[in-house]
């Protein structure tokens, strides 16, 4: 398949099954609330060393925020509960709480699939015996709780709990090009459209990789290694993937809540870069994958793409 002089790759990305949530952070204004989202979503690139992969979703404006104020929304991956809801905790404790006029809401309702989860309900133990506790009920009868934690800037505001669900991470794809600036600016061409994706964040910083790893090391405690295989300066000592043409390859990593989440962002991401045409440098789509063995969800490119030429 070649979408304008662009070829894809007959391959497919490789994800597994994570647990994710959503939180609502709201503030005085937007540069306060990206403070605190900034903060909350720090060092969340990848569980290999993380625990936790977690980005800003979008900016939510203060008529659909909860207490109206401006926001933004963030979503958190990890690889079991457990761990999930020990950083959401953490970092809730260490980035929300600590940020000047921030609040934080529940941004997956409760449903038939949605685990709840602690937001506030331990962390209103800060407030030492003051804190106070406020049950609303909404538009379509769900009673939540709220709690207001007293803090030197006035109070703390956060719901007790959010919604937790199954989720996939991993999903991926691969620009290869003729030069590190070229893959560069596609990269950045991409994640501009896919940020207007719902659901799904590229947790990476400015949402590229450029250490894409493979499973296994030749040094035994090491669980992952680089990519050798996509490496441009190995091309002559390992069984590589790339041409001649080819000297950088930067990856897009997605986490998203739905398999339809992530096919769609990677759609928008690839067709933005195929619209720059092979003229911008970029040769080859591609992505990463383990040949089956390491999750269930295979993002297929050329199914994802149709039948665009």
Known sequence: MQINGITIDDTFAEAFNMRGTRVIITALNLKWAYHAANAMTGFATSVIGCGVEAGIEREIDSDETPDGRPGVSILMFAMGS????????TRMGQCILTCPTAAAFAGIAAGLEVDQISLGRHLRYF????QTSKLMTDPNGITKRYWRIPVMDGEFLTQETTGMVRAIGGGNF???AT???????AAETAIEAMKK??????PFPGGVVRSGSKVGSKYPKM???TNDA???TLKGLVNTKLSDEIESVMEIVIDGLTFEDISRSMYVGIQS???LGDKSGVKRISAGNYGGKLGPHHFKLHEIMGNSK
């Open 82 to 89: 457990k761990v999930l809801m020990q950083q959401l905790e």
């Open 127 to 130: 407030g030492d015996g003051y």
């Open 174 to 176: 691969l620009i290869l």
């Open 179 to 185: 030069s590190q600036p070229a893959a560069l600016r």
């Open 197 to 202: 994706v719902p659901n799904v964040i590229m």
């Open 223 to 225: 669980f992952a290694s």
């Open 230 to 232: 996509f490496c441009p």
């Open 273 to 275: 870069i195929c619209a």
